[in-house]
């Protein structure tokens, strides 16, 4: 199909961003760039839309052709149109979040992504374009999501124990929840279940292991 214009018009891309929980960090993922602008700058994963082919398409897409991971919830966080967010011409970014856990997560840097890897959310690099921006955005988004506990458990293993579900309610939170009321949510327990197995944490008693429902 061929397209004409009688005005300048803005290109299109896409921008994901992916939290995890590693250790006992909220982390997310990032590629090096491997061409310019902002070469060998840390960035989202991302990059320009096709013309057949819808924009969450695109973020599947570029997703799995920067960084080999295969999404499948995602969520719009909105769009960002600087007019100078891009030095190359005038892009109009559509972002995206999604949440997985760092089992699921088979990472690796491909297409214009020279390196990709896990950071901590709280301690990033310096990001190409607007991406700390967009990162902000998705941190806040991530932080009203936590009302729904279906939403947390997204971040969770196969197998957990109840004092690793309330610690990734905390780090998304960014504050202590007292542990016997965590304990009692109906909310929390209406969606998981007991495994009939046990995991021992050093000399601790072993925790009972748990799954979603």
Do not use: C
């Amino acid at each position: 199909m061929a397209y004409s214009y009688d005005y300048p018009h803005p290109a299109v891309s896409v921008d994901i961003v992916i939290f995890t929980v590693e250790g006992d960090d909220l982390k997310v993922l990032l590629i090096r760039r491997a061409q310019q602008p902002f070469r060998n700058r840390w960035a989202l994963p991302g990059g320009f839309i096709r013309l057949d082919e819808s924009l969450r398409r695109a973020a599947w897409r570029e997703l799995k052709e920067e960084t080999g991971v295969n999404a499948g919830f995602l969520e719009q966080i909105g769009a960002f149109g600087r007019p100078d967010r891009d030095p190359r011409e005038r892009v109009i970014s559509v972002a995206y979040y999604t949440l997985m856990p760092a089992d699921r997560l088979a990472i690796q840097a491909a297409s214009d992504a020279r390196e990709a890897r896990l950071f901590d959310a709280g301690e990033l690099p310096e990001l190409a374009f607007d991406h700390a921006k967009i990162l902000r955005y998705a941190r806040e988004r991530l932080k009203d999501k936590a009302d729904d506990p279906s939403v947390v458990l997204q971040l969770m293993p196969a197998r957990f124990t109840l004092t690793e579900l309330q610690r990734v309610f905390e780090l998304i939170l960014g504050r202590a929840l007292d542990k016997r009321n965590f304990r009692k949510r109906p909310d929390v327990l209406g969606l998981i279940e007991p495994t009939g197995e046990t995991r021992r944490n050093g000399p601790h008693r072993p925790a009972k292991l748990y799954r979603i429902r």
